[in-house]
């Protein structure tokens, strides 16, 4: 087989992850070449390993040669083949038990060759001082590459005899970087996700084996254990993954036990095999110094390493955690480095809790969190219910349930597909960091889990989000600044010690102000610095004046100023090309120049700075030509599909302010045509913040920008923003913007006004294809006010305007508003005549948002004249249409009308959960009218349960049901208040409701209403509310006019003996 330019020769060995073979290339050269599986976690694997070995470069690790795609897609990686042996062949060969045996098997393990070995032998071993020396120079010289690798920033992660290799000239080469990891310190925190277990069991650290985050001191476990299988031909508790958790809680037999060796070399491995790592030696440095104090000689030569601060456990946020319940949301707040990421990770390691990042998709990476949880056997029970879709949204659910994704059909189908996952794994606790960086089905998703009331805690930069969940019931909990107290402990774990000065602890404090990461991020300078030096466990200040005359940084930023400071220039250089093109854009050498220069880490999610202000700190520093310069730069290499937020701001950078106001004006126009309403909102609401738009330019943009508020629902939001700009109605674009103006003026209590502004503007418009749009708007006001009729002859203009004009979808949808305005005066012949026409059209044109007003009209439709079960499904669909299009406000009404489906069917359970949904909804875009519909709702649903106080709840909303042009609510409450009050024996007092019911009647138009609120009246008659002669003949003249069909059958039966009881009481019997 070839792989570039590498023929393999044979193969070296097998595992898990790949293959790896003998390859030599035209030169005569050979490599070793590892081959991925086509198994995601596999390519994965080794996709990391490239990324390591293409930028460390030391004479201890495995030199790297280059790497490709095989002609089936595999990824593969060449490597120097190293001439030598495994240190599992090594100690084989030396042991001492073993010395007198001959080789007798060939094994293979993990895709690495180990070659011949002896026997193992029961015989105790027994060491000379001589041996011991010599094989302990081994372990000294592979503390050299250990100690570099931790000090750029990374743990192996799997270090054992066999990625151990010696060459003939005894140096030592550490390989297999497959499961290399970032460490993590100086306060930075990677969101950890996954408990998943990945190692070799025997050598594995107890935190590796619970799930959590390893650390260099996790490689030093291992070394411990090589160390304790050296002396005593054994690893601690055997090999295989049986071993693994006797890591965790079994101690380790002591030496003493197995072999003679010393005290003071039984101490040493002791101290590497401690279960808590903070209780182990800290560093590898400090095992070099151990061995040397042995007697092991120090290696010439190696390269100079850093000393790197650990990631410290979780410090002074008990009382947060005690905030985080099994249920409700919590959004944690606190000034940056606070340790919110820090806290959540927490929860993953304590709590099993699943969480995500929005940097790198809050859906994806909570299944693939909660798939990290899963055992084999749990996961087609907690997946296998929507497999395709929920592979689709995550690629590695694939691959385990060995299903082909298939892409959701709506947002609403991953949201269902997801929630159903998290219901099958038990509602466990539900983490987002940076909940702000979602996209929008994350953010969807969040919100949903936060109204159904599930165990969600989140960390989010972002304001609006942050109210938005806060209206919808979660707790705020700020992370307070850490006490003198809890400095100190952060430090001595960060530093991998028990005491460090109290100087040191006192300045640090001062500084930092009890933030977590700018202590670290002090320490960490100190550190670079040469201000502080380990010798053995302990820390110590060089200067013997202390450390002020290191003048201590004061701030994040001031960290960022000094390390940029001793940059060197092509350090600089990349630093500025970073800060304007991203870490992503440029080179690869250039960021390995910012890795070393301590500004930028590579994380798991990619790279990013140390801390995001040394970005700022490095932008602010640019000359303004170099500025300019880098801007354009980045526009020129910027591909077509790239966000016009990202494109603007370099428009901005490089001083092409209009260019930038053209970009996001271009992108809402798209953002329109789509539908994507919350598009519109973002890139409206920036382009407003820039400075320098004319008027007109400026008018364009804030009638976008009302739409996008309308579709939202935040009507008082369009009002304020058109109402503070003069509109010319003269032009096109300022009649657009008193469209919009009109129409939310209409929502906001303000119908009257709008009418009379929109009627201005319709007067004026000559336009044929416009004037359409004018007179739907004018009909639907006509219907705010209660001006039902007239409602109904405008909408029959639009319907022959549109019919002129030739547009078949927007005719059907002209349609579907008259049989909506019909079917509120109870015409539903008619009305379902027009949706008949209309609805497979609206279907076809693929419009959510029409497609939803369609079935809107279709549940309202069968509100009087169809059965439930139907009314349900339509409104189910006109929800999930809705909700696809953005229209958050028609969303939250279709739910009011599936809620009171609910409600006649006495499925209050239901209903009172839909009403909730509508009322988070309603709060969440702040709308008055529909806030005070669901207090109605549920007033009513009290009523209903024989709440005590249901009627005066009822009574209490009435008001603000009339304040809010809530008209057909207000005619059912009224009608329901007067019902109530007589058959509590309270008739006198329902006669002002009953009064204000027939008014809404006449002033809708509404033939049902005016036969209900008949047949009221004639109840209280009966009761002594009114001369039943007049009832009676008020009943009879409303039946003949309006006839029998606008009642239920219950509802035929009750006016029957209504009749019978009115001509009773008439004729005396």
């Known amino acids: 087989m070839r792989f570039g330019r590498w023929s393999t020769i044979d193969q070296l060995g097998q595992g898990g992850m790949g293959v790896v073979w003998r390859a030599v290339d035209p030169d005569g050269r050979q490599a070793a070449i590892k081959v991925a599986r086509l198994r995601m976690a596999a390519r994965e694997a080794l996709r990391r390993e490239v990324e390591a070995l293409e930028r460390l470069r030391h004479p201890g690790l495995v030199r790297f040669l280059e790497h490709g795609l095989s002609e089936d897609g595999a990824l593969w990686v060449a490597t120097e083949l190293v001439e030598g042996q495994a240190l599992r062949v090594h100690v084989s060969l030396t042991h001492p038990s073993t010395a007198s045996s001959a080789p007798s098997t060939v094994v293979m393990e993990d895709g690495t060759w180990l070659g011949a070995l002896r026997e193992e032998s029961e015989e105790r071993p027994i060491w000379t001082r001589?041996?011991?020396?010599?094989e302990l120079a081994v372990f000294r010289r592979l503390c050299d590459p250990l100690a570099w690798l931790h000090g750029e920033g990374h743990v192996h992660g799997d270090v054992k005899p066999e990625n151990v290799l010696l060459r003939p000239d005894g140096s030592v080469v550490l390989v297999d970087l497959g499961l290399l990891r970032s460490l993590e310190g100086e306060g930075h925190e990677t969101l950890h996700t996954s408990q998943r277990v990945v190692g070799t069991g025997a050598y594995l650290a107890p935190e590796q084996v619970a799930g959590r985050p390893s650390d260099g001191r996790s490689d030093l476990y291992a070394v411990g254990c090589m160390l304790y299988e050296l002396l005593t031909g054994v690893p601690p508790f055997g090999h295989g993954w049986s071993a693994a958790q006797h890591h965790v809680r079994t101690p380790v037999p002591p030496l003493s036990e197995r072999c003679d060796v010393p005290a003071q070399l039984e101490s040493l491995v002791g101290a590497l095999l401690r279960k808590d790592p903070r209780q182990r030696l800290g560093y590898a440095t400090d095992l070099a110094e151990a061995l040397e104090a042995f007697g092991v000689p120090a290696t010439e030569g190696a390269p100079s390493v850093r000393r790197v601060l650990y990631r410290p456990r979780l410090v002074g946020r008990s009382d947060a955690l005690g905030a985080i319940g099994a249920k409700g949301a919590v959004v944690l707040s606190g000034e940056t480095g606070m340790g919110r990421t820090r806290l959540l990770s927490h929860l993953v390691e304590s709590r099993g809790a699943v969480a995500a990042s929005g940097s790198g998709g809050l859906v994806a990476g909570w299944l693939s969190s909660l798939a990290s949880r899963a055992r084999t056997e749990q996961l087609p029970g907690w997946f296998g219910h929507a497999a395709p879709v929920l592979s689709a949204l995550q690629p590695t659910l694939g691959e385990l349930l060995d299903v082909v994704p298939a892409a959701p059909t709506s947002r609403q189908e991953a949201i269902d597909a997801v929630l159903g996952a998290m219901e099958a794994a038990g509602w466990p606790t539900v983490g987002a960091d940076e909940a702000d960086r979602g996209d929008r089905l994350d953010q969807e998703l969040l919100v949903e889990l936060v109204r159904r009331g599930a165990s969600v805690v989140v960390s989010s930069g972002d304001e609006a989000l942050t109210a938005k969940l806060e209206r919808l019931g979660a707790q705020t909990v700020a992370l307070r600044p850490l006490d003198p107290a809890q400095v100190a402990e952060l430090l001595e774990d960060a530093l991998a010690t028990d005491a460090l000065p109290r100087e040191l602890v006192d300045c640090v404090t001062a500084h930092a102000g009890g933030n977590p990461r700018f202590a670290l991020q002090i320490a960490a300078q100190l550190v670079d610095e040469g201000a502080l030096v380990r010798r053995g466990r302990r820390w110590g200040i060089v200067a013997r004046d202390g450390l002020a005359r290191f003048g201590l940084p004061d701030g994040l930023a001031s960290v960022g100023e000094r390390r940029?400071?001793?940059?060197?220039?092509?350090?600089?250089?990349?630093?500025?090309?970073?800060?304007?093109?991203?870490?992503?854009?440029?080179?690869?050498?250039?960021?390995?120049?910012?890795?070393?220069?301590?500004?930028?880490?590579?994380?798991?999610?990619?790279?990013?700075?140390?801390v995001p202000a040394f970005r700022d700190v490095v932008a602010r520093s640019l000359e303004p030509g170099r500025r300019v310069a880098l801007h354009e730069e980045a526009l020129a290499a910027m591909p077509d599909e790239a966000p016009p937020r990202v494109r603007a701001e370099h428009l901005l950078g490089a001083g092409r302010t209009s260019d930038a106001r053209?970009?996001?004006?271009?992108?809402?126009?798209?953002?329109a045509r789509r539908l994507a309403w919350g598009e519109v909102v973002e890139l409206g609401e920036r382009g407003l913040a820039m400075p320098g738009a004319g008027p007109e330019e400026e008018l364009s943009l804030r009638v976008d920008l009302a739409a996008g508020y309308r579709a939202r629902g935040r009507f008082t939001d369009a009002v304020e923003l058109l109402e503070a700009h003069p509109l010319d109605l003269g032009s096109p674009l300022g009649r657009r913007g008193a469209f919009h103006l009109g129409r939310a003026m209409a929502r906001c209590g303000r119908a009257s006004e709008a009418l009379a502004l929109l009627e201005q503007v319709a007067s004026v418009e000559d336009d044929p294809t416009v004037r359409p749009g004018w007179l739907e708007a004018i009909a639907e006001t006509c219907a705010e006010v209660g001006d039902l009729p007239r409602s109904v002859e405008v909408r029959r203009e639009v319907i022959a305007a549109r019919e002129a004009l030739g547009d078949p979808e927007r005719l059907a949808m002209a349609r579907t508003a008259l049989a909506n305005a019909l079917q509120r005066q109870d015409r539903w012949p008619e009305a379902e005549e027009l949706l008949a026409k209309a609805l497979p059209v609206l279907e076809g044109t693929g419009n959510d948002a029409w497609i939803g007003h369609g079935y809107a009209t279709r549940a309202l439709l069968c509100c009087t004249h169809g059965d439930e079960a139907d009314l349900q499904v339509a409104a189910q669909r006109a929800i999930a249409a809705y909700r696809e299009a953005g229209y958050v406000a028609s969303e939250t009404q279709l739910l009011g009308i599936l809620a009171d489906s609910y409600r006649r069917e006495r499925r209050l359970d239901d209903a009172e959960r839909t009403t909730d949904r509508m009322a988070s909804l309603a709060t969440e875009i702040g709308n008055r009218r529909l806030i005070v519909q669901v207090a109605y709702m549920r007033a009513l649903d009290g009523l209903m349960r024989g709440v005590d106080d249901g009627l005066e709840r009822l009574l209490a909303v009435l008001p603000d049901l009339r304040e809010t042009g809530n008209t057909s609510p207000e005619a059912l409450a009224s009608l329901q208040v007067s019902t109530h009050l007589r058959k509590v024996g309270r008739g006198l007092e329902a006669l002002p409701h009953l009064d204000r019911v027939e008014e809404l009647a006449e002033q809708r138009d509404d033939d049902g209403l005016r036969l209900r609120s008949a047949m009221e009246r004639g109840e209280l008659a009966?009761?002594?509310?009114?001369?039943?002669?007049?009832?009676?003949?008020?009943?009879?003249?409303?039946?003949?006019?309006?006839?029998?069909?606008?009642?239920?059958?219950?509802?035929?039966?009750?006016?029957?003996?209504?009749?019978?009881?009115?001509?009773?009481?008439?004729?005396?019997?």
């Not at 001589?130 to 010599?134: M, P």
């Not at 090309?577 to 390995?592: F, T």
């Not at 053209?662 to 953002?671: F, P, V, Y």
């Not at 003249?1037 to 029998?1044: D, I, N, Q, S």
């Open 662 to 671: 053209r970009a996001l004006a271009s992108a809402r126009s798209d953002a």
């Open 564 to 610: 940029l400071a001793s940059s060197s220039g092509e350090a600089r250089a990349a630093a500025e090309r970073a800060s304007i093109l991203g870490l992503e854009v440029i080179e690869a050498d250039e960021r390995g120049l910012l890795e070393g220069a301590r500004l930028v880490e590579r994380r798991d999610e990619g790279w990013a700075w140390v």
């Open 130 to 134: 001589e041996a011991l020396l010599r």
């Open 1022 to 1069: 009966l009761l002594g509310g009114g001369d039943v002669a007049r009832a009676r003949t008020h009943l009879e003249g409303v039946v003949e006019r309006v006839g029998f069909d606008l009642l239920e059958g219950w509802e035929r039966a009750e006016l029957e003996n209504l009749r019978r009881r009115l001509a009773d009481d008439v004729a005396g019997t």
